[in-house]
Each structure stands twice: as structure tokens, then as C-alpha cells.
């Protein structure tokens, strides 16, 4: 569509220019500083060059830490994208039920963080809590806090619970724009439900299932919060993920240098890659 | 085969609902009962746990200052976005693409990045522990966020509104409050419901950027967790009181949940 060229404009774009840039320039121009630069903690810094950068990339520390991540992101992604566009193909189209089931499924999505963390480290205790208490009575020797596996299972089930209705949500927005039309064509040619699936249900929801894919690949990446409440990272580092692991470094360990450099890694790495996901989803579209 | 994938959303449904059962089962049970006994609903149903959070002021001025500063935020977003949006549906100016897909990388900025550098960032400008600070910090993402989704609301909106607008001599000031607007307001709504949702459900930074004076609820329940042993019942009441402002925005807005999720772009 034809938009006019006007130099203008950026007059509007400049209060968000401002604050955002407050906000994002600043703070990264101290990363980027820290990043480079040793300090024995009086205050006097030191030029490191790209030490800590090869310090980091190096160590193994990250190195399991961003396996642990890159495990859990593709793990919620494999059940959360499928899982959701099922719900949503079997949700009513109209009809009352149907902000009821919107209501209700929305609801996770707006429990702060770190509630949605206690209410899931409450209801998996094994002592206590219905889940933990269900799985070890019909005979699952269940422990969050001892036993990774366990651990493990716990944060994707409870990642699954949070964020699979935002899924949801997205693939039935694409669904309900499918004009009535399309099914009465398909019924009339005789076509299998599968067969509606892949060529009229799906094209649709494209483009809403890439903005899901998208937005749970960078909120997956940078989970913190949930994690931290239920697991504390633990059993020993088993739940680990690289932010956890960050700010322990950073605000624990107060190890400005490498903790910046991990920054600057972490956040280039989650750039690169919805950058990726973007291009490759985009030109399948083109297709 | 029908009628079986009807209960596929209410099994989900029940799933979700779940945990939450849970969470409230439990701020209406004593300290007892919830260490003695496995009870799948209160014994001694009490309300001890929600006179306590409604009498003393470190847990109540926590949804307060939680409140202030979502609301802040939320306003100042939409507000700062508004023009912006309006200039990405309409325009082409130098640098706008660019301009677009920087505002987005803030959006995947993770916090934990942030969190040391905004802490020196709001000491060093007097806004440590104030409303502003966290207000201010969470509009790294809600902008982005904002402009996103109102752009792709006005960009279905046929240019020919603003031409007619401008014959009939509207000004622009005049267009944009009266007509341009009201008929967005769908789409004004939808990034105000996103608006307050990431900053309610954010604590990472909320909790870096506050002391005392305006420290977030979610905060002053991991608190008081720590330091008064574990207290679950008043723990488990305080969580059940934050879930409710959410429900009250997602019932306002349920009509326009399944479009807005979509960004406007379906």
C-alpha cells in the first residue's frame, strides 16, 4: 500500500525514540564497558580487551548452561505449538461457550511470575501438594526438590500450563478469520478433515503461528522468574538455565566483567536466532 | 470422534484450573492443617490469612504500589506509542524500517541483562524505588510491544478516513483526537491489555528497581517467604489476590481477545 514520504514523521517517533533509547542505550553502553574492562573492586578499571568474551565462551559453566536452555526451549516449543493448535481446532467457533473458554484460558497468562512459581512448587511438593502427592500414590517415587528428572518434568509441565494458551489464542484468532465459505467449498469437493487441515485451516493460521513461534521462542529463551521460584536452579545445577545462571553471576557473585560479557553473548544469541526463525518462516510463507 | 474432541478444551480447561484450585485451597486452610493433614478442600476453613494481608500495611501498599506503577506504565506506553504507530502506518521516513526492528529488539532484551545496569542506571538519576523507576524500566518492552500491535490496527484503517478528514477541514491535532482515535479504540484497548499484563507479571526488574517504599506484592510475598519460615497459607492467599486484578482486565476485554492476540494482522 502506498504510503507517503514525509521526513516529518519522525517528530511522532521521537518520544518513543527518547524513552526507549534512555532505556536501552544506557544500560548497554554499561555492559559493554563492564564487558571490557577488569576491576579488584576499588572502583579502578582496568582495559581487558575480549577476555571475558573468551572466558565465557570457553567455560564450561555456560556451555551446560546453554545446553540446559537450548534442551527446555525446544522441549516446550515441541509440545506447546502442537498442543495448542489442537485445543484451538477443537474449541467452539460461536456461541456462549466460547468467551467463557477465551476467559478462563487467558487466566495463566496474567498470574505474576513468580506466583505462577509458588502455586506450581505448591501444588507439585510431594507431602502436600496435589500433583506431588497424586504421582506418588499411584506409585511414581516423585521429588522435585531431590530428583532432576523430576525437576525437569515439573518446569515444562509448568511452562506448558503458563504459556500454551497464548498458543491457543493466536492459532483461534487465525481460525475465526476463516470465512464460512471456505468449509462450505471444501465439504461440497468431498474433502477429508485432514485434508481441510492442511490446505485451508493451516495456511491461515500461518501467519499468527509464526508471531506464536516467535514470541515463545524469546520468552522461553528468557525465562527467569518461574524457574527460580520453583527449583532455585536446583537439585544442584540441573535446572540451571542461562538466565538464572546470569544473575547469579552478576548479582551474587557481583563478577561485573564476565557477567557483562555473558550479557552481550546471551543477548546476540536470541537476536541471531529470531532472526533466523523470522527469515526462514517468512519465506516459507512467500512460498 | 465429534463429539469426543469437544472435551479436548475442557480437559484443558480443567488442567489449567488445577494448580489455581489449589493455590486457593490453601489460603483458606491453617498453618495445621496444611502441614498435618492432606485435605482436597479446607477442614477448618479460616480467613485468617486475608484479614491478616488487609490489616497490615507491608502486604496491602504492595497491590497498591504494584497498581501505581502498572498504571504509569501502561498510560505513558500507549500514550508515547499512539504517535509513533501512527507514523509507521502512514509514512515512510529515513531510517524507518531500521527504526522498527531496533524498537522490537528491545522486546527481546532478556531482563536479567538489565537488571544490574538499570539499578545503577535509576540510582544514578534519583528514581530508585520509586513508581517511575519500574514504570519507566518495563516501557523497554511494552513500548515495543505497543507500537507493534497498534500499528497493525491502524494499518487496517483505509487512508481514504484521513484524506476525507483533512477536505473536511479537520486539523491533524483535531483528526487524530475526534475521529482517527475513536476509531482504533478496539486496537487502543487490546495494547493496553498487553501494557498491563507484562508489567503485572513482571518482577525480575520490579523487584531490582524497589526497596521499601515501592516494592512490588509479588516481591513482598518472596520476602516474607524467606524470612518468617514458610508461611503457606498467607503466601498461598497473597498469590490468590494477585490473579484477581487479571481476571477483572480479561473480563473487560474478552471480546476482543481472540482479534488482539493476533496483533490486529490475522
Redesign the interface.
Known sequence: MGKIENQKAWFFVLPVLFLVAFNALIPLMTVVNYSVQETFGDNTFFWAGLMWFEEVLLSERFHASLMRQMIFTFSILAIEIPLGVAIALTMPRKGPWVPVCLVLMALPLLIPWNVVGAMWNIFALPDIGLLGRTLNAIGFDYNFTRQPGDAWFTMILMDVWHWTSLVVLLAYAGLVSIPDAYYQAAKIDGAKPFAIFRYIQLPKMKRVLTIAVLLRFMDSFMIYTEPFVLTGGGPGNSTTLLSIDLVKIALGQFDLGPAAAMSLIYFLIILAMSWVFYTVMMRNEAK | MRNL??F??AL??L??????Y??VN?SFKTTNE??GD?T?WPREFTLENYITIFTDPTWYMGYVNSLAYVSINTV?SVA??L??A???S?????G?KH?FFW?L??????????????F??YSAVGLFDTYWAVA??H??FN??LA?WILEGFM?GVP?ELDETAYVDGYSFPRFFIKIFIPTIAAGIGVAAFFCF?FS?????LAK?LTAVDAKP???T??RT?STSGYD?GL??AA?TL??I???I???FV??Y???????G??
Open positions: 474432541s469437544r479436548v478444551p484443558y480447561i488442567f489449567l484450573l488445577l494448580p489455581i489449589w493455590l490453601m496444611i502441614l492432606f482436597l505513558l508515547v506509542a504517535p509513533a501512527y507514523a509507521f502512514r509514512y515512510r521516513f529515513l524507518d527504526l524498537l529488539t528491545n522486546r527481546m532484551a532478556p531482563p536479567a541483562v538489565f537488571a544490574l545496569p538499570f545503577q542506571l519507566l524500566a516501557t523497554l513500548i515495543p507500537v494499518s487512508k499484563m503485572w507479571v513482571e518482577l525480575l531490582t506484592i509479588a516481591a510475598m518472596t517467604a503457606l503466601l498461598a498469590g494477585t490473579i486484578p487479571g481476571a482486565v480479561i473480563y474478552r471480546n481477545i481472540a482479534r488482539g492476540f493476533a496483533l494482522r490475522v
